[in-house]
């Protein structure tokens, strides 16, 4: 057993104290890894949570989001317009990024993120996201608020950039012929 529990209300209210410090992803940063270090933890305290993906909470300095990727499932390539520290708390995630420039859409690099791994993405970074083997959770600190801000996604083929919408997003979701 952990010295402290992990504590969802207490971790929404590290994250909303770490968004308005003096350095936010930095502090963001260092509690989602202090946080993710113990995922047996998180595993054991965490409510259960039906939905793939659920906003826990908003305001106008941070967005925090519970996510669960499926196996074979794609997400569509998007941005976010503001910085995100993403923890993975169980299973594994593989990004890929893509730069969408000079009208060439094309991939750059990609990420493998494993339970107890922490990533930062800036906001202009566009990316798409699928666990591996089997279903990954994780918490994101998104130093903004998400809900309101102008995002894009894009096609997976060429690329190309339409407005971020439920809809848009639902459309564009992919299960991966591979699996």
Same mark, same amino acid.
């Given at each position: 057993?952990?010295? $402290?529990?992990?504590?969802?209300?207490?971790?929404?209210?590290? +994250?909303?104290? %770490?968004?308005?410090?003096? /350095?936010?992803?930095? =502090?963001? *940063?260092?509690?989602?890894? %202090? @946080?993710?270090?113990?995922?047996?933890?998180?595993?054991? /305290?965490?409510?259960?949570?039906?939905?793939?993906?659920?906003?826990?909470? *908003?305001?106008?300095?941070?967005?925090?989001?519970?996510?669960?990727?499926?196996?074979?499932?794609?997400?569509? %390539? !998007?941005? !976010?317009?503001?910085?995100?520290?993403?923890?993975?708390?169980?299973? +594994? *995630?593989?990004?890929?990024?893509?730069?969408?420039?000079?009208?060439?859409?094309?991939?750059? $690099?990609?990420?493998?993120?494993?339970? &107890?791994?922490?990533? $930062?993405?800036?906001? #202009?970074?566009?990316? @798409?996201? @699928? +666990?591996?083997? &089997?279903?990954?959770?994780?918490? !994101?600190?998104?130093?903004?608020?998400?809900?309101?801000?102008?995002?894009?996604?894009? &096609?997976?083929?060429?690329?190309?950039?339409?407005?971020? =919408?439920?809809? #848009?997003?639902? $459309?564009?979701?992919?299960? /991966?012929?591979? @699996?």
């Amino acid at each position: 057993m952990s010295v $402290k529990d992990f504590n969802l209300e207490q971790f929404i209210a590290d +994250a909303r104290q %770490a968004a308005v410090s003096e /350095n936010p992803i930095l =502090s963001a *940063e260092s509690l989602m890894k %202090a @946080t993710v270090a113990d995922c047996e933890n998180i595993i054991a /305290n965490m409510p259960v949570i039906e939905e793939c993906e659920r906003m826990l909470f *908003e305001d106008d300095t941070v967005s925090i989001w519970y996510c669960r990727f499926e196996p074979g499932t794609v997400v569509p %390539a !998007h941005d !976010h317009q503001m910085h995100v520290v993403v923890g993975v708390y169980q299973g +594994a *995630e593989e990004h890929a990024f893509f730069d969408n420039s000079n009208g060439e859409y094309k991939e750059i $690099k990609s990420l493998s993120l494993g339970a &107890t791994e922490v990533a $930062k993405l800036s906001p #202009n970074q566009i990316h @798409t996201v @699928t +666990a591996t083997n &089997t279903a990954s959770q994780a918490l !994101h600190i998104y130093l903004g608020k998400l809900s309101t801000v102008e995002r894009s996604l894009f &096609t997976f083929d060429s690329g190309k950039e339409i407005p971020f =919408s439920v809809e #848009n997003y639902e $459309k564009l979701a992919q299960v /991966n012929s591979l @699996t």
